[in-house]
């Protein structure tokens, strides 16, 4: 069985500081404001061993479409205004990089990641059936930079072998956490939930493909069709508006250069533990 994501909980890392810039309802109007439209300059790295994961020029492209229709609305939902831009791929050939990329997570980020906070840095690897990817959040770039970025399994693109995930859409997720979006189950039915107003409380990930859930005493039915869910990439379509809002704050916060990198920092030192 193939399983979805391997991107940490919230509990495991620090949100104090993003959750203090973005569920603030004023300070995401600001920040979004600042932040407008967002066109996201992506490095490719594709890992091989030889023999498997050597993605084409093509397949990458293909990814990056699914990315730009997922974030802009063209499967069924808002137009989050992000759209990404390929600006270089490399190719990599080193099988124990490409077999286990867990493991060598920081020697082959070290080597092969370029650009600053808002360059977005997209890793393809065999990462397994268990786990189809896993990302880095925005907060974490100050203390960790040379880890930022995206690490997804090569057969989880657009056309890959990996049936029920061969959409691209396990990439459009893991950007989702890069760029700092929750998991719309995340708290269960307690508040704050996902931080994003718009998704309705959900006590545990969707699976397959449901006709319908609702998991949680609060108003509406869970976000089965939500991009941050679990469903299967053929039930996935949407993100909302107000996931779209926070992604832009949080951007503003962390990831708009060095001005970004230093409101980051101060906003840390006041933001509250969830």
Not at 245 to 264: D, F, L, N, S
């Given at each position: 069985?193939?399983?979805?994501?391997?991107?940490?909980?919230?509990?495991?890392?620090?949100?104090?500081?993003?959750?203090?810039?973005?569920?603030?309802?004023?300070?995401?109007?600001?920040?979004?404001?600042?932040?407008?439209?967002?066109?996201?300059?992506?490095?490719?790295?594709?890992?091989?061993?030889?023999?498997?994961?050597?993605?084409?020029?093509?397949?990458?492209?293909?990814?990056?479409?699914?990315?730009?229709?997922?974030?802009?609305?063209?499967?069924?939902?808002?137009?989050?205004?992000?759209?990404?831009?390929?600006?270089?791929?490399?190719?990599?050939?080193?099988?124990?990089?490409?077999?286990?990329?867990?493991?060598?997570?920081?020697?082959?980020?070290?080597?092969?990641?370029?650009?600053?906070?808002?360059?977005?840095?997209?890793?393809?690897?065999?990462?397994?059936?268990?786990?189809?990817?896993?990302?880095?959040?925005p907060e974490a770039y100050?203390?960790?930079?040379?880890?930022?970025?995206?690490?997804?399994?090569?057969?989880?693109?657009?056309?890959?072998?990996?049936?029920?995930?061969?959409?691209?859409?396990?990439?459009?997720?893991?950007?989702?956490?890069?760029?700092?979006?929750?998991?719309?189950?995340?708290?269960?039915?307690?508040?704050?939930?996902?931080?994003?107003?718009?998704?309705?409380?959900?006590?545990?990930?969707?699976?397959?493909?449901?006709?319908?859930?609702?998991?949680?005493?609060?108003?509406?039915?869970?976000?089965?069709?939500?991009?941050?869910?679990?469903?299967?990439?053929?039930?996935?379509?949407e993100f909302t508006a107000?996931?779209?809002?926070?992604?832009?704050?949080?951007?503003?916060?962390?990831?708009?250069?060095?001005?970004?990198?230093?409101?980051?920092?101060?906003?840390?030192?006041?933001?509250?533990?969830?």
């Open positions: 069985m193939v399983a979805r994501f391997g991107t940490p909980d919230i509990a495991a890392v620090d949100r104090a500081a993003v959750d203090r810039a973005a569920v603030d309802s004023e300070a995401v109007d600001r920040a979004a404001r600042r932040a407008g439209a967002l066109n996201v300059p992506v490095r490719v790295h594709v890992l091989t061993d030889g023999a498997e994961g050597a993605l084409s020029d093509a397949e990458v492209r293909r990814q990056l479409a699914a990315l730009n229709d997922a974030y802009g609305g063209r499967f069924g939902g808002v137009d989050t205004m992000i759209g990404f831009r390929l600006t270089g791929i490399d190719r990599t050939r080193r099988p124990d990089w490409f077999r286990d990329p867990k493991r060598f997570e920081q020697r082959f980020k070290r080597a092969l990641r370029r650009g600053g906070p808002g360059t977005l840095n997209l890793y393809t690897a065999a990462v397994g059936s268990d786990v189809l990817g896993f990302s880095t959040f100050r203390a960790k930079p040379v880890l930022d970025g995206v690490v997804i399994d090569y057969r989880a693109v657009p056309g890959g072998r990996f049936r029920h995930y061969d959409r691209g859409f396990t990439a459009v997720h893991e950007i989702g956490h890069w760029l700092g979006l929750y998991h719309t189950f995340e708290n269960g039915c307690r508040p704050p939930g996902d931080s994003v107003d718009d998704t309705p409380y959900e006590a545990s990930a969707a699976e397959a493909c449901p006709m319908r859930k609702d998991t949680c005493p609060q108003p509406g039915d869970d976000p089965i069709h939500n991009f941050m869910d679990y469903a299967w990439d053929d039930c996935m379509r107000g996931q779209g809002q926070r992604v832009r704050a949080v951007w503003a916060v962390y990831r708009a250069g060095r001005a970004g990198a230093r409101r980051g920092h101060a906003a840390r030192s006041v933001g509250r533990d969830r």
